[in-house]
């Protein structure tokens, strides 16, 4: 099996923000963001957005290093945060009482803060001292990489006031702020834990929906989208960004495996995969009928690594049929060679 070389941490030069039309397959570039020098490790550094999330107008971005508050559809930013503590952050989600969260995954961490970026609290995602593996000295904003990971969280998210983040590595979801509460996904590492209507929906990285009820934390249902529609065994890609619209379809994201030095990271790939895999795509899957909908090939827009879906209001350059949805895709394409 062919992958390609190089660390998705030097590989991305433009973090992209996409609008898709899934009726005609229409795309546009809502935007396209750089990273100032400052919170970038070296020019080299990549520039992607990671996992998001859209409340009301506003859409809450991170890059690897910084936060950025975008007010939709006109992705004016109106708040900003980047945090000497902040080193491969994941994801960034509003809180109930008006603050942000993110998943700082360099430091095996989350850290909780106000919009002005003051720090609320931090929470070693190992039930450890914050800092007792790191230098609150330091400016990991200026560190490439602070793999291998312990832990590697990926998606924060509230129940209630309580605050819950999906953790790659031990294979589950636990809760920080009370640490008897625990949901364990078992199949493979977890990426996005989505609160939706009585359920949590995760992704696994190796493509499974995982369906936990959110009041008795049991796993309720899985299913593997690699089975579905795929007779011949193609690699999917890395499974992140997920959107669902009810209570058996939902848009799934899958980002074209690259090969990566830290082997631990693709060790869900299974031999019996033939050819370099899918493009980057999103697909529309109804986990009912076990069967995928719709898929839309982003590379053909630009858009080469892939963490966040997210829902979009008419917008009149992308016409529609009322069936249909609206999208935003957000991550990062790359201008050199790959």
Not at 72 to 96: M, Q
Not at 274 to 302: F, M, N, S, V
């Amino acid at each position: 099996m062919l992958l390609r070389t190089e660390e998705e941490y030097r590989l991305y030069d433009s973090a992209l923000i996409l609008q898709v039309n899934p009726e005609v397959e229409e795309s546009r570039i809502c935007l396209e963001y750089k990273s100032p020098p400052e919170v970038r490790a070296s020019d080299e550094a990549s520039i992607v957005f990671k996992a998001g999330t859209l409340s009301g107008r506003n859409l809450y971005a991170c890059t690897s290093t910084e936060v950025l508050v975008l007010q939709v559809p006109e992705f004016k930013r109106i708040g900003y945060v980047s945090l000497p503590c902040f080193n491969d952050l994941h994801h960034v989600a509003p809180t109930h009482d008006g603050n942000l969260l993110v998943a700082n995954t360099g430091l095996d961490m989350v850290v909780k803060f106000t919009l002005e970026g003051k720090v609320l609290a931090e929470w070693d995602v190992l039930g450890e001292d914050p800092w007792s593996r790191f230098s609150r000295a330091v400016d990991y904003r200026k560190v490439e990489s602070t793999k291998p990971h312990r832990s590697h969280p990926n998606f924060v998210f509230e129940l209630g006031h309580d605050v819950w983040v999906t953790r790659l590595s031990q294979r589950d979801a636990v809760c920080l702020t009370n640490p008897e509460k625990r949901i364990s996904i078992g199949v493979q590492g977890p990426h996005d834990g989505v609160a939706f209507g009585k359920h949590v929906y995760f992704t696994t990285v190796d493509g499974h929906i995982v369906t936990a009820n959110r009041d008795s934390l049991k796993v309720e249902q899985i299913v593997d989208l690699n089975v579905i529609d795929n007779e011949r065994s193609v690699l999917l890609g890395w499974c992140r960004g997920l959107l669902p619209l009810d209570e058996r379809r939902l848009w799934v994201g899958f980002t074209r495996v690259r090969k990566t030095k830290f082997r631990e990271n693709v060790l869900w790939i299974k031999h019996g995969f033939r050819e370099t895999g899918k493009p980057t795509h999103i697909a529309l899957y109804d986990l009912a009928a076990k069967r995928c909908l719709q898929e839309i090939d982003l590379e053909q827009y630009g858009l080469n690594v892939l963490f966040g879906i997210y829902p979009a209001e008419l917008e009149p350059a992308l016409e529609r049929t009322p069936s249909a949805g609206v999208l935003h895709t957000a991550s990062s394409r790359s201008q050199r060679p790959q």
